[in-house]
């Protein structure tokens, strides 16, 4: 729903700057050509031309299933669907087959995790050579609750599930998606796991493990610095999330309460 308001007000402004006078031709005909990218942090970045946008296909910023708002277009398309970018799209993703067959991959790959997105080219290329590719098979356990953890996993693609079990039945605590990241406390603490980890599709994951980030820490301390700024700040939104839910349940449980 976001998007297409967002595709309406930039198809609003297009036509608007269309109805202009002459003299500003010159200013109207760029437009056509931009293109805008729906980012995983659900806003939109742009224009950008159609050659910065095969770079960004080349270096893994912009993916098959990214939504991209062309001008000319005036619609939200998947970047795989629009015709100037099929053919980079053939390059892009053999590349990708290829790099997960050599369990490796592009350091621009690390900016589909949300934070990791502000990174710098040359950090992440450093970056890079602390993690590890691995492809999940649907229905794989990453991590067993209870079982000691030792590594923090970024979400590439795919999707994964937290749950713990109650007698027989399973409580899903969260749901992972491309750009999250979760396993963070065993990189401080080792303790064990809160949860099960389940793969609900074939997915892909970078891991960071605890040796590799005491390593990052030890030769690299300017770029475990914003790292884990980045972190914090995702893990104090999720803890306020969770309190936010933990009152409503509260409340609602005292309203219960009063009502018998």
Do not use: C
Request: glycine share 6%; no cysteine.
């Amino acid at each position: 729903m976001t998007r297409t308001i967002w595709g309406l007000w930039l198809s609003f402004r297009l036509a608007q700057s269309r109805t202009r006078g002459k003299s500003h031709t010159m200013e109207l005909q760029a437009p056509l050509n931009d293109y805008f990218i729906w980012g995983i942090d659900n806003s939109p970045y742009g224009p950008v031309s159609l050659s910065v946008l095969i770079e960004w296909i080349k270096d893994e910023r912009v993916l098959a299933e990214t939504w991209i708002f062309a001008s000319g277009d005036g619609v939200w398309q998947k970047a795989s669907e629009i015709s100037e970018l099929k053919d980079s799209f053939k390059t892009g993703l053999e590349s990708i087959s290829m790099t997960a067959s050599a369990a490796s991959f592009r350091p621009g790959a690390l900016r589909r995790i949300k934070i990791l997105a502000d990174l710098k080219d040359a950090q992440l290329a450093h970056l890079a050579d602390f993690l590890e590719f691995q492809q999940i098979v649907h229905h794989t356990e990453v991590a067993r609750q209870g079982e000691p953890g030792d590594a923090m996993y970024f979400v590439m693609s795919g999707e994964l599930r937290a749950r713990t079990m109650i007698g027989t039945k399973e409580i899903i605590l969260m749901t992972f998606g491309p750009g999250d990241f979760f396993g963070e406390m065993s990189l401080f603490d080792q303790g064990p796991r809160s949860a099960d980890i389940i793969a609900n599709v074939d997915s892909s994951v970078i891991r960071l493990s605890g040796a590799s980030f005491a390593r990052l820490t030890r030769e690299m301390p300017s770029l475990a610095t914003p790292f884990l700024q980045a972190t914090s700040r995702t893990l104090s939104a999720r803890i306020r999330a969770d309190n936010k839910r933990l009152t409503r349940v509260t409340q609602q449980f005292s309203a219960g309460n009063d009502i018998r």
